[in-house]
């Protein structure tokens, strides 16, 4: 049994991180949840995919138009409640609505005080699509993106990619509903970048957060890396020599 100038024994060391390795190889593994979806729910304060008809989302800006009455043209940005106000109307509902939805709403309150009027929103500035990219990536961060629906791929691309030990296996992304409820949803990142399943790019929502995880053996790696640093100065380094009747001593670095 060797020790190091801290006196520890070094064959102690061994055991204790042979139990670390078990322990945190069978531990802190999240259920299997819901696979995330593939295509983004409508209704939702969010941009579906561009094959479906598009519906307003929060932070869109819309202009009002009304060719027979143009001095009640103006412009108007959907509130974080979801609801657009004019000169005329005060509260109209506009997230998760289709443009012909809203045009449709606007027409039955401004018929309270114009006679058959004609009126049309249009989308004059999509808002971004927000998500947050968390854990094992080189920048986590916030990440805007114009546009399309941002997927997966591009949402850690801009977050420079996985870290060496992060866990593409089971990704997992927290969805905030309009209602204020929460979804949890994992995803298969690893069966995209085998390309065994393009479906596991899946569309992110306004406000997603992204957490990629660590691998156990990279949680192994950081357990040992911190257990030895309260054991060992980081500052010495261990030397061996084999001494004249054949045992091995420690000789501590400076």
């Known amino acids: 049994m060797f020790s190091d100038h801290t006196g520890v024994a070094v064959s102690s060391l061994r055991r204790i991180g042979i139990l670390g390795v078990a322990l945190l190889g069978g531990c802190t593994q999240l259920p299997p949840l819901q696979p995330a979806p593939t295509v983004l729910q409508a209704g939702s304060a969010i941009t579906p995919p561009t094959s479906q008809p598009y519906r307003i989302a929060v932070g ?28 005329v109307v005060q509260r109209q509902m506009a997230a998760g609505l289709t443009l012909p939805q809203l045009d449709t709403a606007l027409w039955g309150d401004y018929t309270k005080v114009l006679k058959n ?21 080189e920048k986590p961060g916030v990440y805007s993106f114009e546009g399309p629906v941002p997927r997966l791929a591009q949402a850690i691309a801009a977050a420079g990619g996985l870290k060496l030990g992060a866990n593409p296996d089971q990704i997992y992304i927290l969805r905030h509903l309009p209602d204020g409820k929460q979804q949890f949803f994992g995803t298969n990142f690893a069966a995209l970048q085998s390309a065994r399943d393009p479906a ?18 990279a949680r192994v790696y950081g357990y040992f890396n911190q257990y030895f640093q309260q054991f060992i100065a980081t500052s010495a380094s261990v ?6 009747n054949g045992t091995t001593s420690v000789i501590p670095g400076h």
């Open 60 to 87: 869109d800006v819309l202009s009002i138009r009304l060719p027979l009455d143009a001095e009640l043209n103006e412009t108007a940005t959907v509130l974080p409640d979801g609801s657009i106000s004019t000169s």
């Open 117 to 137: 009027p004609v009126i049309s929103a249009i989308v004059i500035k999509s808002a971004p699509t927000v998500v947050y990219v968390l854990g094992y990536v």
């Open 200 to 217: 596991a790019n899946v569309p992110l929502a306004t406000s997603d957060e992204i957490f990629v995880p660590r691998t156990a053996i």
């Open 239 to 244: 030397n061996y020599q084999v001494n004249s």
